[in-house]
């Protein structure tokens, strides 16, 4: 979207290459877990993953979406990840109770057949079951995941379409729905040959460099290669890039740069993702509100009065920051920065009636809108799919003793 390295040869071909000290892992935190840390029994981390057990006995519940897709998936990839930590095997039974409600016993995954990163998303669990379980089916669906990016529509650059009745759209969302499958297809399966780094590699800064704000390092939503005269309208009608920096959009690709970043390939594409991800983090240490310590739905316009703190982009950050620092990313400085977004995090957990915790203010789903005023005209939402994936991951490194 990381833990421990797997077992069971999960460093794979490519999991080696340009790894940068601190934490071992990867996307997904898929293989073996408890070797990076442990996590207090009355933390954030382990509170949060009881209770969407606990309020969602059945996983497909947690989104009102009865599908293989993001929703669902995102908030299982946080709770893997403080599974990485604590080994929790009620965890693994739940994502598996998930997925096996979609992967038949042949392998076959229920997917919708039209194109969408937002259906895409859950797969990156396939290869950490199959390390898990050892099941055959989980490996037969993964590779029918693999087998779509075949047939992915892109536009003329060869920059995949966010969905299908998004021509010619790319999206930073896209790249943390879509890339860190292939990331761990490969790491895990060893099968993908230069397939998978290549296609991240492309995906990550083709889009960057038409989103990417040079003087401040900040990416905007999303961009158009659409002919002119058909672009969105929020799309620029010269450059097809989008008018605003949202915060959980750039939180997408800020985990999607820390998650993969171990397994990528030594070389020049790698040298620039790290440049990137340095650029965001300087941007996020000058933009963080000063007051809370969390940061604006609309990232660089906290001046404004408008403008408010988001949990979920902010938790995606805290997650980020501090992955990046363990790692060896980002200078150590950053810590703080992450410590700050934490504090103020944790200012926005409440305590529901039957003493589960509940994260508020994260905006719902949202698409790339046509200005500032359609970011920040946004209600929010206790305990939304998206607030509780920041929430989780956040917990989960935030708290490791």
């Known amino acids: 979207m990381g833990g421990a390295k797997g077992s069971g040869g999960a460093a794979g071909s490519g999991g080696a290459a340009g790894r940068a000290g601190g934490t071992a892992g990867s996307a997904g935190g898929a293989g073996t877990c408890g070797g990076n840390g442990a996590l207090p029994a009355t933390g954030l981390a382990v509170r949060f993953a009881n209770a969407v057990m606990s309020r969602w006995p059945d996983p497909i519940n947690i989104s009102s979406q009865n599908a293989w897709e993001y929703n669902h998936g995102i908030v299982l990839r946080g709770m893997q990840q403080v599974w990485s930590h604590t080994c929790d095997a009620k965890i693994v039974s739940y994502i598996q109770k998930y997925a096996d409600e979609f992967v038949n016993a042949a392998g076959t995954v229920n997917i919708p057949t039209a194109h969408s990163f937002d259906n895409i998303e859950p797969s990156v669990?396939?290869?950490?079951?199959?390390?898990?379980?050892?099941?055959?089916?989980?490996?037969?669906?993964?590779?029918?995941?693999?087998?779509?990016?075949?047939?992915?529509?892109?536009?003329?650059?060869?920059?995949?379409?966010?969905?299908?009745?998004?021509?010619?759209?790319?999206?930073?969302?896209?790249?943390?729905?879509?890339?860190?499958?292939?990331?761990?297809?490969?790491?895990?399966?060893?099968?993908?040959?230069?397939?998978?780094?290549?296609?991240?590699?492309?995906?990550?800064?083709?889009?960057?460099?038409?989103?990417?704000?040079?003087?401040?390092?900040?990416?905007?939503?999303a961009w158009d290669d659409s002919p002119a005269g058909q672009k969105a309208a929020w799309a620029d009608?010269?450059?097809?890039?989008?008018?605003?920096?949202?915060?959980?959009?750039?939180?997408?690709?800020?985990?999607?740069?820390?998650?993969?970043?171990?397994?990528?390939?030594?070389?020049?594409?790698?040298?620039?993702?790290?440049?990137?991800?340095?650029?965001?983090?300087?941007?996020?240490?000058?933009?963080?509100?000063?007051?809370?310590?969390?940061?604006?739905?609309?990232?660089?316009?906290?001046?404004?009065?408008?403008?408010?703190?988001?949990?979920?982009?902010?938790?995606?950050?805290?997650?980020?920051?501090?992955?990046?620092?363990?790692?060896?990313?980002?200078?150590?400085s950053y810590l703080a920065v992450a410590n700050k977004g934490w504090q103020g995090l944790q200012g926005k957990v409440t305590t529901d009636s039957g003493g589960l915790p509940t994260i508020t203010d994260a905006v719902g789903g949202l698409s790339v809108q046509n200005n500032y005023a359609g970011y920040v005209n946004q209600t929010t939402v206790s305990n939304a799919s998206q607030g509780l994936c920041g929430i989780l991951l956040a917990a989960a490194e935030m708290e490791v003793q």
């Open 125 to 221: 669990l396939l290869p950490f079951l199959y390390q898990q379980t050892g099941m055959a089916k989980y490996h037969t669906a993964a590779d029918q995941i693999r087998a779509r990016y075949d047939t992915i529509p892109t536009n003329a650059d060869g920059g995949f379409w966010h969905k299908q009745t998004y021509p010619n759209q790319m999206w930073l969302d896209s790249i943390y729905m879509g890339e860190p499958f292939l990331d761990q297809y490969g790491v895990v399966f060893g099968t993908c040959g230069t397939f998978c780094s290549d296609t991240i590699f492309k995906q990550m800064l083709l889009l960057s460099q038409h989103v990417r704000d040079a003087t401040t390092g900040l990416l905007y939503h």
């Open 237 to 332: 009608p010269t450059t097809g890039r989008s008018s605003v920096v949202w915060d959980r959009a750039l939180g997408w690709y800020t985990m999607a740069l820390v998650d993969m970043l171990p397994d990528l390939p030594a070389g020049a594409n790698r040298d620039s993702l790290l440049a990137i991800l340095t650029g965001i983090a300087a941007a996020l240490q000058k933009d963080q509100d000063p007051a809370t310590g969390l940061w604006f739905e609309v990232v660089d316009a906290g001046s404004m009065s408008t403008d408010w703190v988001e949990t979920s982009g902010s938790g995606m950050f805290v997650y980020a920051l501090k992955v990046g620092v363990n790692r060896g990313y980002l200078d150590s």
